[in-house]
């Protein structure tokens, strides 16, 4: 089975700043991953997805993220945090050979302070 | 145009109450999921349904009950409402296995 492990639980960086949010999997096969963002009170939000090929993946917003399989990795990135990231992120990895479920991370609070 | 709608947004209930949640999505897809979300902001899947055919029924107590009468809609009965149901329950729909996954803005159900 999947699992899907963020260590930050809460990050706050200054505006204008870089960000990297960390996500850590694990899955016998080559994994779907998926970063989503969640604002208070929203439902969540596709920041970017990695099916396959390029392990840069550029989403919406300004974020990319990088597969790395040899850390089984998938960290999200941002060179410059605007004030209206301040979210929650949570990292996903799909699992098509078990219904396409995603298993979700726990989640990192981004705090952006000005 | 709202691509995964839920409803009702908040519902408010006491336990032992029976209540009902919809999901509809506009977006033609085949697949459509629950998720529960719980205080600590844990999201985990409940359910999923392909084409009305149920795919993925993780535990959950069989108190919970999804119904799909058709494949753009997913609504979730739960009967015997308890303390621990209280929770944000976010509905979710993709095309397939390799497309991601739509979600609404979640029922936040509070039980007293």
């Known amino acids: 089975a999947q699992s899907v492990t963020q260590p930050d639980i809460h990050i706050t960086v200054s505006e204008g700043a870089s960000l990297e949010l960390r996500c850590n999997y694990s899955y016998g096969a080559t994994p779907y991953l998926f970063w989503y963002v969640q604002s208070p009170g929203q439902g969540l939000q596709l920041l970017l997805k990695?099916?396959?090929?390029?392990?840069l993946v550029q989403g919406i917003k300004g974020f990319e993220a990088e597969f790395k399989r040899s850390q089984s990795s998938f960290n999200l990135r941002k060179p410059s945090v605007h004030w209206s990231d301040a979210a929650e992120y949570f990292c996903?990895?799909?699992?098509?050979?078990?219904?396409?479920?995603?298993?979700f991370g726990a989640g990192t609070i981004l705090r952006v302070k000005s | 145009d709202t691509a995964v709608s839920q409803t009702p947004k908040y519902l408010v209930t006491q336990m032992g109450n029976d209540k009902s949640i919809k999901c509809e999505q506009n977006l033609g897809h085949d697949t459509m999921y629950w998720y529960k979300q719980d205080s600590k902001k844990f999201l985990k899947i409940m359910f999923s349904y392909n084409n009305k055919e149920l795919i993925i029924n993780e535990t959950v107590p069989n108190r919970f009950s999804p119904k799909s009468p058709d494949k753009a809609h997913l609504n979730l009965h739960i009967n015997s409402l308890e303390l621990g149901d209280s929770a944000v329950y976010f509905c979710a729909s993709s095309q397939d296995a390799n497309q991601p996954q739509h979600f609404g803005d979640g029922t936040r159900l509070s039980i007293l």
């Open positions: 996903a990895v799909g699992a098509p050979s078990y219904g396409n479920k995603l298993v």
């Open positions: 990695y099916f396959s090929g390029d392990t």
